[in-house]
Nanobody, 114 residues
Framework: QVQLVESGGGLVQPGGSLRLSCAAS????????MGWYRQPPGKQRELVAL???????HYAGSVKDRFTISRDNAESTVFLQLNSLKPEDTAVYYC????????WGQGTQVTVSS
């Protein structure tokens, strides 16, 4: 069964940090680009970060230097470290695999508020 399962979201104060994890089925992880997208309230889903199997990364300008994507190929897991969080980072964060037609996780809520 193909699946992506996110965890690690929650409520955090501005300036705080969170670490998101996404456990993937091996068939949609190994050699594929993995990434994170987010959907803020009332807005469209947008790219946050991507990483290919060799470690090359791409970040949205709004999160560069604050967020870090990484992957553990042995565990078929991709991570997103979120630092210096701002209220505008509030969104549902989705894990993504570029395998085949593209696969999405169920999403995890990140809320940045004092």
């Amino acid at each position: 069964q193909v699946q992506l399962v996110e965890s690690g979201g929650g409520l955090v104060q501005p300036g705080g940090s969170l670490r998101l994890s996404c456990a993937a089925s091996r068939s949609i992880f190994s050699t594929y680009v993995m990434g994170w997208y987010r959907q803020p309230p009332g807005k469209q889903r947008e790219l946050v970060a991507l990483m290919d199997s060799s470690g090359v990364t791409h970040y949205a300008g709004s999160v560069k230097d604050r967020f870090t994507i990484s992957r553990d190929n042995a565990e078929s897991t991709v991570f997103l470290q979120l630092n210096s969080l701002k209220p505008e980072d509030t969104a549902v964060y989705y894990c993504y695999s570029a395998a085949g037609p593209g696969y999405w996780g169920q999403g995890t809520q990140v809320t940045v508020s004092s």
